[in-house]
């Protein structure tokens, strides 16, 4: 079946750090895969996705690159701010149900000054 | 435009109570989607309304579980009698009609449900 493992946090950096999340899948066929991201108080907000493999999704400065051969979807930005201290989460839609979001546990990352 | 808004932001009860949990979509969003994350965990499919018709209800967990869509427009959830292992966050989401792999869900701020 589908599910997503990504890496426990919290993670804690200092502001201008390099930050990788990672995020592995399974899944059968070709699914989509995105990374949303929970601000304090706030509900999910997509933040990139990719639905075909090698794609590279960005935002924000943050990228991820779909790798099928390893499948991976890693999170990554060279350089943190305070305001991206927040809740990520990596999820995945299957082959041929688009409807169903499969998410992985969340990412807590605290971003000191 | 407002985004998907969800009342109430946290309920307490208790054991063996009843708590409804509502959900008002993007307007014109037909699809309509609950989630939840229980303890920290991950996130996991409920199930998914287009209009007022359950498509897919794949993920509720058990028969205490009831969720309407009155003229497709915003949903209940309802717990009935509570448990404490349904304490969780509960998360709306909705999308316009879509039938592309890739596209968005857009999801509300959650209902924190806390059975004592």
């Known amino acids: 079946g589908n599910s997503v493992t990504q890496m426990e946090g919290p993670v804690t950096l200092s502001e201008e750090a390099f930050l990788t999340i990672n995020c592995t899948y399974t899944?059968?066929?070709?699914?989509?895969l995105f990374w949303y991201v929970q601000y304090p108080g706030e509900g999910l907000q997509l933040l990139l996705k990719a639905t075909k493999a090698d794609d590279k999704g960005s935002n924000k400065g943050f990228e991820a690159t779909y790798r099928k051969e390893t499948t991976s979807f890693h999170l990554e930005k060279g350089s943190v701010q305070v305001s991206d201290s927040a809740v990520y989460f990596c999820?995945?839609?299957?082959?041929?149900?688009?409807?169903?979001?499969?998410f992985g546990s969340g990412t807590k990352l605290n971003v000191k000054p | 435009e407002a985004g998907v808004t969800q009342f109430p932001s946290h309920s307490v009860i208790e054991k063996g109570q009843t708590v409804t949990l509502r959900c008002d979509p993007i307007s014109g969003h037909d699809n309509l989607y609950w989630y939840r994350r229980v303890m920290g965990k991950e996130i996991k499919f409920l199930l998914h309304?287009?209009?007022?018709?359950?498509?897919?209800e794949s993920g509720m967990p058990n028969n205490r579980f009831l969720a309407e869509r009155t003229g497709g427009t915003y949903s209940t959830l309802k717990v009935q009698p509570a448990e404490l292992e349904d304490s969780g966050v509960y998360f709306c989401?909705?999308?316009?009609?879509?039938?592309?792999?890739?596209?968005?869900?857009?999801f509300g701020p959650g209902t924190r449900l806390t059975v004592t």
């Open positions: 309304f287009v209009k007022e018709s359950k498509q897919d």
């Open positions: 999820a995945l839609t299957g082959s041929y149900n688009f409807n169903k979001f499969y």
């Open positions: 989401a909705s999308s316009p009609y879509d039938r592309a792999p890739g596209y968005e869900q857009y």
């Open positions: 899944a059968t066929g070709y699914p989509s």
